[in-house]
């Protein structure tokens, strides 16, 4: 079982649409959770990061997380074609590097 | 913000040279930085993680005399790629923390072996 599961996608979807984009997890380590945005052949770009279970609001993005059932979520509100990109989820225990999911492809229709 | 600069972005090299890749953090230090090996369609895979003055540690399966990580400064580190083969082509990409576990990444690099 791998130590994070993301669906890869592509996941497609109108303009001004609500996006929900998941990873579960199965390494109990984990204390920091992160998302990352990357467009084709970019660095990740890092959106939200939290240390803790529950809500986290950014203008359009808000990102959960569950601890007690593994799972973590990244919503987008009024979706834009902008936001058109892979979205990683990652993971760690500490200061050491991350643990990634396979990132969702997300298209944005306008 | 913080940003952390690659380079190059992109390169091509024949088969058994050797190809340096840059990584520098440039408005705050990184005792530590990472670099990652990706894929087509694929997620980042750990390779080693880079730290100021003292060797790199390097993850299980991955080649330390193959890939060369030297960490000379708290805002620089380098991946050399040695005796290049087509195999190693791929996007690798760098990244920094700089508080905690806010990692910062680089643009990446896009390395083809001919």
């Known amino acids: 079982q791998k130590e994070v599961e993301q669906d890869p996608g592509p996941l497609s979807v109108p303009e001004g649409a609500i996006v929900s984009l998941n990873c579960t997890y199965s390494n109990s380590a984990f204390q920091y959770f992160m998302w990352y945005r990357q467009y084709s052949r970019k660095g990740p770009e890092l959106l939200m990061y939290t240390y803790s279970s529950g809500n986290k609001e950014d203008g359009r993005f808000t990102a959960q997380v569950d601890k007690s059932s593994k799972y973590i979520s990244l919503f987008i509100r009024d979706s834009q074609p902008s936001d058109s990109a892979t979205y990683l989820c990652a993971m760690s225990g500490g200061a050491d590097g991350l643990t990634f999911g396979k990132g969702t492809h997300l298209i944005i229709q306008p | 913000g913080a940003v952390v600069s690659q380079h190059p972005s992109r390169v091509i090299c024949k088969s058994g040279t050797s190809v340096k890749i840059e990584c520098r953090s440039l408005d705050f230090q990184a005792t530590t930085m990472f670099w990652y090996r990706q894929f087509p369609k694929k997620s980042l895979m750990l390779m080693a993680t880079?730290?100021?003055?003292?060797?790199?540690?390097?993850e299980q399966g991955v080649e330390k005399d193959k890939f060369l990580i030297n960490h000379a400064s708290l805002t620089l580190s380098t991946l050399t790629v040695t005796s290049a083969h087509p195999e190693d082509s791929s996007f690798y990409i760098c990244?920094?923390?700089?508080?905690?576990?806010?990692?910062?990444f680089g643009q990446g690099t896009r390395l083809t072996v001919v």
């Open positions: 880079s730290n100021e003055g003292s060797k790199a540690t390097y």
């Open positions: 990244s920094a923390p700089r508080t905690g576990i806010e990692a910062f």
